[in-house]
């Protein structure tokens, strides 16, 4: 059985998904976003390993509080780079009749590749709900804000909207950086065009995951105060 590398559990969530959820922060994340309030799951590397049934058993311990909407909704660092064990994850939690969300930032997407995107499409069989954070619509921008380009990101929700996933998206409006008005009327275009939109969240930028930055001693010139 897989082994997932997790950052941390939350037991009640009330944002991440509809109704009380289970939350499961994976570890390891390629972008670099330079307002990130969760710098700690960059690293991939962690002694904290655990299987589906693990987190499962632990999560049901609390699905009497979920309702009917509730469940377990599984973030980061980036979840899709742990694709595998996500998907055996959700698979055991279906199996359970557990609503499932993916939280992502969708840069390991790769339309291109046959191998990922079957695996994606294995993954999306037993994900209700995706909430996809669009960080900047504009390519130059989105580059020189998180380190990665945003066209796979951009692709992922096409897809999802092309195959009616249900989905949310979300966007940080920073200060100065992400509030412009050329991406967020950009932002509206691309969401008059995807149908699968259920929800949109416009989130308040905050520096409360300063002292992240500080004590993993990462470059602070990084990050957008």
Not at 66 to 95: C, N, P, R, Y
Not at 163 to 173: S, Y
Request: proline share 4%; hydrophobic share 40%; with cysteine.
């Amino acid at each position: 059985m897989i082994k997932g590398r997790i950052h941390s559990l939350e037991s009640f969530g009330a944002v991440d998904g509809p109704g009380i959820r289970y939350l499961i922060f994976l570890k390891g994340c390629n972008m670099r976003c330079q307002y990130c309030h969760n710098v700690d799951t960059w690293n991939p590397e962690t002694d904290n390993l655990q299987t589906a049934d693990e987190l499962l058993d632990k999560a049901e311990r609390f699905r009497s509080y979920w309702g009917k909407q509730g469940g377990i909704t599984v973030s980061g660092g980036e979840a899709l780079l742990q694709i595998d064990f996500l998907t055996e994850l959700f698979t055991l939690a279906k199996e359970k009749g557990i609503h499932t969300t993916l939280d992502t930032s969708a840069n390991p997407f790769d339309p291109d590749s046959a191998e990922f995107m079957e695996k994606f499409e294995k993954l999306m069989e037993v994900t209700d709900l995706v909430m996809l954070d669009i960080k900047e619509m504009d390519p130059e921008k989105h580059k020189a804000l998180t380190g990665q380009t945003n066209e796979n990101i951009l692709a992922l929700a096409d897809w999802l909207n092309e195959h009616g996933k249900p989905m949310w998206i979300r966007h940080v409006l920073v200060p100065e950086l992400t509030d412009d008005e050329a991406g967020l009327q950009a932002l509206r275009e691309k969401l008059d065009r995807w149908s699968n939109v259920e929800r949109v969240e416009i989130l308040p930028y905050h520096t409360l995951g300063l002292f992240k930055w500080q004590n993993l001693g990462i470059d602070l010139s990084l990050i957008h105060i």
